[in-house]
């Protein structure tokens, strides 16, 4: 790599040499490891397999001189004619005509907070003709030492074009590679969307090459070519866009004209919604999980529609052994009123009357504070409780988010179990988004919880699945407030921040424990804290900014009480919050159908003589009792007529096979195989396969009792496996296997094998001692008990839901290509699966007989649980991921 007459700064030559030599190779390799994403107007986009950085390729061709591609990728004011995000740029230091460093600054993308790049860029022709420039992070903050608040410094490991020339040097080859590792919390399908939106500049580039239509000579690019580098101001983008947003900015200013200038550099934009408030403190909490927020919402596939009520939709998503539950609808009412409800603690109990109380424990800034939830126990489960972080903001364009999520604060929050049991928000959110009026919103709400001890899961599916409706509830409240008028009138919600501040100083802290925060601004400081009825104190030295969300006085100034700034304000936790279980105090509608329980029970027991009563009691406590312990149904009038059609597992199956097209799968065993201390079969790849299609298909995943279907708490399947020397065998439950990876199959089956056959010898000789007809029953009753309602039954062995929502056998060890098998009644699984031998078959391929290696899966499907179209969708799914077992690194990563 090195070429005469080019010199790199000692400081960055070894790193630079490298970055050169590892684009080289990335830009050349042609290999298999570069997998074709998309390809659009003759621009292919590739992504680099097994790599834990996000590593892109995007490569095509450009009709135009050399010269004229190479002048417009280092003239970086006119970078932003193919590089539409990008919003400010200054060329910060030049070391020479080919070594400089420049500051990128990009537009935030929801959820994507606003970026900027320090980067170390270089260029040189190489001995071919090629021209390369590549570009990679600095390194220090020597260059550009002013880091605004509200945009995030991120760095770049490598990005750069290489650009070869034609033989007439009249159109070139460009392949654009870009390395990033992007640490914000975004998921990896957003991050692969954004990193192939970028990778399409080639196509950009030519469009703007085209659109140049100067006639002049160029010459022959060499490293002795100059182009003009030099060091420039900063540059912003002059769209409409950015020239509307420094019009508003201009216009706070000269309302404010006497508060301090803001700190010298690029003019701030600050957009009409101003800028959200968040602490360093929790920012990467509030990050991630807007981030998981935007995900969450805008994957429709994900979610499963179960009923509309009140002009309210909403949907359930099976998450593991968490039920997500989503709804979405709209409310005639300002977007200001209905944030107010939704953001106020202690306004919940008027939509969730299972709620004891709610209260506000602690404000961290303007729009960032700590709730205290807790529910009342229901029977003879505890009541939960939460201690949750909120924040809320409005975006670009004006729609108003709230995220929730649980956070572990002892001192704040302490922990009052047993009594009550403390619950893990994973997830709670809702996107407001106004009418064009601003007189309703179209309102979207979503909460993913575990509720921790010992609810069975499909209770806190059925809790999840009314969470949605609550916006229904909360219509009604709003209709009935009296404040509407006034409320409204405060205007449009918009964000805190409408000036930038110089310096941010935060107090130290970690999530686990919360502390005060004193915020230094441009105009003066503001410590902040909150007093124990929950209203926000402040003190201010200098001018306040603007913060429209705080009530003001006539005269429009905010009302603030003063405190000593030597000694922050701590935030107590009230008695009357921490011991509210000790002064509970039922309600009159409590006490009234308790007494009505007891008044039917003592008129029932003089009804009847005493031995047939006792008889009745004893019936319906055990009765109820696995009610409970199996929880709420979720049995819709389509899954009833199933039931009432069909009998058993042993009259009314599908029998089904499907050939899977092995070639694909042979070639992934083979590569895998290499230099690996296991040994991957098609047994491996089909049971996973055979989850993730289960994940996707909650109705097969579920477990029928006294008529009615509970979804499993988790996607598990059961495997049959050899024992010993293959004389017996064993079922080997793989519980999670859609969170699980090849690797973590193999782990599986080889550790419950071994155990099995340490555990097998007792087990047969209890068995030889008893009758079959005792055998069978002790295993239809034990298997209904365990396989059906979850009851675990340490004596005989059973686990709960041992032999999970499918059971998988492979023939084909066995010596058969194909072979059906009846469902075992006590296994109480809708699906048995069985595998058999791969064999060499003519098959048509693009109107072509080939021969493929094929694999034979025979299906038998219990009716009671789908029918033929759901198994197909299933199918379908199956078949993708057997015949392209790429697919399933792609799922695990995500």
């Not at 417009?72 to 400089?100: C, E, G, K």
């Not at 010993?724 to 519980?735: A, E, P, Q, Y």
């Not at 649980?865 to 695990?892: D, Q, T």
Request: glycine fraction near 6%; proline fraction near 4%.
């Amino acid at each position: 790599m090195n070429v005469p007459g080019v010199v790199i700064p000692s400081v960055y030559c070894d790193r630079m040499e490298r970055l050169l030599t590892e684009f080289i190779t990335y830009a050349r390799d042609d290999t298999d490891r570069w997998q074709l994403q998309t390809q659009q107007r003759g621009v292919h986009v590739y992504v680099r397999q097994a790599s834990r950085l996000g590593v892109l390729k995007g490569v095509g061709f450009i009709a135009q001189h050399p010269y004229k591609v190479l002048e417009l990728v280092l003239d970086l004011s006119r970078r932003h004619t193919y590089d539409p995000q990008l919003l400010a740029t200054q060329r910060v230091h030049v070391f020479n005509d080919h070594t400089w460093v420049d500051h990128l600054t990009y537009k935030a993308a929801f959820p994507v907070a606003a970026m900027e790049f320090v980067n170390l860029t270089h260029w040189r022709v190489l001995a071919d003709g090629s021209i390369l420039i590549v570009a990679t992070d600095v390194g220090d903050n020597t260059f550009v030492k002013n880091q605004k608040p509200h945009i995030v410094r991120s760095n770049i490991i490598m990005t750069g074009f290489l650009i070869t020339p034609n033989e007439d040097y009249t159109g070139v080859n460009v392949t654009y590679i870009t390395k990033v590792d992007v640490k914000t919390g975004i998921s990896a399908s957003l991050q692969t969307k954004m990193l192939i939106k970028q990778a399409f500049v080639v196509n950009r580039l030519r469009k703007v090459l085209d659109q140049d239509e100067s006639l002049r000579q160029c010459e022959r690019v060499t490293n002795a070519t100059l182009l003009n580098i030099s060091t420039t101001a900063c540059v912003e983008d002059e769209n409409e866009e950015a020239s509307a947003m420094r019009l508003q900015s201009t216009k706070t200013q000269d309302q404010n004209s006497q508060r301090e200038p803001l700190l010298s550099g690029c003019p701030v934009v600050v957009p009409e919604e101003g800028f959200p408030a968040v602490l360093e403190e929790y920012s990467e909490i509030i990050v991630k999980t807007v981030a998981q927020m935007e995900a969450e919402l805008n994957n429709e596939t994900s979610w499963d529609f179960i009923g509309d009520k009140d002009g309210v939709k909403a949907y359930t998503k099976v998450d593991g052994s968490l039920t997500a539950a989503k709804g979405v609808g709209f409310l005639p009412y300002h977007p200001r009123v209905i944030w107010d409800q939704f953001i106020d603690a202690t306004k919940r109990k008027l939509v969730d009357h299972q709620l004891a109380l709610g209260r506000k424990l602690k404000t961290l800034d303007a729009q960032t504070h700590i709730d205290y939830l807790e529910y009342k126990p229901i029977f003879v489960v505890a009541g939960r409780d939460f201690c949750n972080l909120v924040h809320w903001r409005v975006l670009p364009g004006g729609t108003i988010i709230v995220v929730v999520q649980s956070i572990e604060d002892l001192e704040l929050c302490p922990l009052k179990e047993p009594k009550v049991v403390r619950g893990d928000l994973h997830l709670a959110c809702t996107k407001i988004v106004p009418n064009a009026a601003y007189d309703g919103a179209m309102v979207t709400t979503m909460v993913k919880t575990d509720l921790k001890g010992s609810i069975p899961a499909r209770i806190a599916g059925k809790v999840a699945a009314e969470q949605p409706f609550v916006i229904s509830r909360m219509g009604e409240i709003i209709k009935a407030r009296r404040d509407l008028a006034e409320v409204a009138a405060q205007g449009k919600l918009t964000n805190t921040v409408f000036e930038l501040p110089n310096k941010q100083s935060l107090s130290s802290g970690s999530v686990k424990t919360v502390r005060s925060s004193v915020i230094k601004g441009a105009a003066g400081s503001r410590n902040l804290g909150t007093s124990l009825s929950g209203s926000a104190t402040f003190q201010f030295s200098g001018n306040l900014s603007r913060m429209d969300t705080f009530p003001r006085t006539s005269g429009g100034k905010l009302k603030v009480s003063k405190t000593q700034a030597s000694k922050p304000e701590t935030i107590g936790v009230s008695v009357e919050v921490m011991d509210h279980l000790k002064t509970e105090q039922k309600t009159m509608s409590d006490v009234a159908m308790y007494a009505i329980q007891f008044g039917g029970a003592i008129l029932a027991l003089k009804s009847v003589d005493l031995p047939t009563a006792m008889h009745f009691v004893i019936l319906s406590i055990l009765f109820f009792a696995l009610k409970a312990h199996v929880g709420p149904s979720q049995t819709s009038s389509q899954r009833k007529t199933m039931i009432s059609t069909f009998g058993p597992p042993d009259s009314d199956m599908i029998f089904g096979t499907l050939q899977l097209d092995m070639t694909k799968a042979n070639q992934y065993i083979a590569a895998r195989r290499i230099n690996s201390d296991w040994h991957l079969t098609a047994t491996h790849i089909v049971l996973l396969a055979l989850g993730k299609a289960l994940s996707m298909a909650p109705y097969m995943n579920d477990h029928l009792v006294f008529g009615s279907y509970y979804p499993a708490p988790t996607v598990d399947i059961s495997c049959l496996v050899a024992l010993g020397d293959g004389k017996d065998f064993g079922v080997c439950r793989l519980r999670d296997i859609d969170k699980m990876n090849l690797q973590d199959v193999d782990n599986c089956l080889r550790g419950v094998s071994t155990k099995m056959c340490s555990d097998q010898g007792d087990r047969k000789k209890s068995m030889s001692l008893l009758p079959t007809w005792v055998i069978r029953l002790m295993r239809n009753v034990f298997g209904w008990l365990g396989g059906a309602c979850g009851v675990r039954i340490p004596q005989v062995g059973k686990d709960p839901f041992m032999f999970g929502s499918c059971m998988v056998t492979s023939v084909g060890m066995m010596g058969l290509d194909m072979a059906f098998s009846s469902i075992p009644l006590y296994s109480q699984v809708p699906m048995l699966v069985n595998i058999g031998s791969i064999l060499d078959k003519a098959v048509v391929v693009n109107d072509k007989v080939e021969v493929r290696p094929m694999l034979t899966l025979t299906t038998t499907v219990d009716h009671q649980y789908a029918n033929s179209c759901e198994v197909a969708r299933m199918a379908k799914s199956l078949k993708e991921f057997v015949e392209n077992p790429s697919l399933l690194e792609v799922i695990h990563g995500a």
